[in-house]
């Protein structure tokens, strides 16, 4: 069971390896070693450089406080959620701050890094307690303090699992919108997950019962989660986010008598958090509103390398003045973004 972990990341490296395999040809540090030896070396090199922070975390997992771990599961915990947030709602309308900036692959290393976490929070919550000799107990240790400890600890790694896994799968969702890695991404988060099972093998009192468990079941709902993410239609996801905003349009006007000028105003009330479309990463729905009739619609693509973009009006009710393109603003904005693969350079 020791070595399991060790197994495992060498033949997972060993794939990773294979398939980017046309890509280390080009290293600097290697450029005269043929395709097997780049092979050999990533391999060497990875599992040494892991095996290295195997003992250092060990190290960590061993001497650190409850209080710590706590503290960083929540922590943790508290950025999963902010990144699953960031993938489906529109958080621009609360912060000041732009966060349809922050890129995609933020959430992706926020889900690697609470997988590493979320594994030790449930080693030292379910790590036997050590037992003193008579002679060394002066007075009644506090059990039901240490056992609400462990309890804390196991219940914040379950939901720590439990949010890397929502996020992962809108990551994968996303990724379909574009040109779709599906499960490649799977490499580091599996690197993290087989991480774990290293410093396992190092921690006194070994618990080879959670190695097991969590070395099988964690990537099992990895593959899991990403072949329901594939599986994502994003025109029919952005057609289902559109919906709930016109239910909440709706829900506005019979309260006010008219709708909303902007579509924050939907919220906390009407609607607690705007949805976003599903077709280009950082887009924003296309929105006119009035007292008497709204306008609502989206950037859309005919393909993912497809640089022309045009609006599509999703619903429009009662009568609102304004013939302009309801789109052209959001179309703008976000060709400003890339413009030269929008082709804008030249403008």
């Not at 804390?152 to 379909?176: K, N, P, Q, R, S």
């Not at 909303?260 to 906390?268: C, I, K, V």
């Not at 599903?278 to 859309?300: A, K, M, P, T």
Request: net charge negative.
């Amino acid at each position: 069971m020791k070595m399991l972990p060790v197994v495992l990341f060498i033949l997972l490296v060993l794939a990773v390896t294979l398939v980017f395999n046309s890509t280390f040809s080009d290293w600097v540090w290697m450029p005269d070693l043929p395709a097997w030896g780049n092979i050999v070396v990533t391999i060497l090199v990875a599992a040494l450089v892991c095996w290295f922070l195997a003992r250092i975390l060990s190290n960590a997992v061993q001497n650190s406080r409850t209080a710590a771990w706590l503290g960083l599961g929540l922590l943790f915990l508290a950025a999963q959620v902010f990144a699953c947030l960031l993938l489906v709602t529109r958080l621009d309308a609360y912060f000041p701050f732009a966060f349809s900036e922050i890129p995609l692959l933020a959430p992706y290393f926020v889900t690697s890094g609470s997988l590493v976490v979320a594994a030790f929070l449930l080693y030292r919550g379910t790590k036997p307690d050590r037992q003193k000799p008579l002679s060394e107990v002066a007075v009644q240790e506090p059990v039901a303090q240490a056992d609400f400890a462990k309890v804390g600890l196991v219940t914040l790694g379950i939901l720590l699992l439990a949010a890397a896994f929502v996020t992962w799968y809108w990551f994968i969702a996303w990724d379909t919108t574009d040109d779709a890695l599906e499960y490649i991404w799977l490499a580091i988060p599996l690197i993290a997950v087989l991480l774990s099972g290293m410093v396992f093998s190092l921690l006194k009192p070994r618990q080879g019962l959670l190695t097991a468990l969590y070395l099988l079941l964690v990537p099992a709902v990895l593959v899991m989660v990403t072949w329901m993410g594939v599986a994502v239609d994003f025109r029919a996801q952005t057609d289902a986010h559109a919906a709930r905003v016109t239910r909440a349009l709706d829900a506005y006007q019979a309260r006010t008598g008219a709708y909303p000028q902007e579509l924050a105003s939907l919220s906390p009330r009407d609607l607690f958090l705007l949805p976003v479309p599903f077709i280009i990463y950082g887009q924003d729905w296309c929105y006119e509103g009035g007292e008497d009739g709204y306008r609502l619609g989206y950037v859309d693509r005919s393909h993912w390398s497809d640089p022309n973009l045009f609006g599509h009006l999703y619903q429009a009710s009662g009568s609102h003045a304004g013939a302009s393109d309801l789109c052209a603003d959001e179309i703008r904005r976000i060709q400003e973004r890339d413009p030269g693969y929008y082709g804008l350079n030249g403008n």
